[in-house]
């Protein structure tokens, strides 16, 4: 396949795309930062119990 031909399929295949709106991607941006958020606080929180119970254990 030529170079160029292959361009104008790409060109051809992006007008094609459909986009997400400005809401959706505030919407999506919103759930993975929420979910980011929780998961860190989960883990942080169960490291935290993890420390406490071996520095419990090592006394």
Do not use: C
């Not at 030529?2 to 361009?7: A, K, L, N, V």
């Not at 295949?13 to 809401?23: A, G, S």
Request: glycine letters at 2%; hydrophobic letters at 55%.
């Amino acid at each position: 396949m030529h170079p160029f031909r292959f361009i104008k399929s790409v060109v051809k295949e992006m007008h094609l795309v459909v986009w997400p709106t400005f809401k959706e991607n505030r919407r999506d941006t919103g759930i993975v930062l929420s979910i980011t958020i929780f998961f860190v606080l989960y883990f942080a929180l169960f490291d935290w119990l993890i420390q406490q119970f071996m520095v419990w254990f090592s006394k």
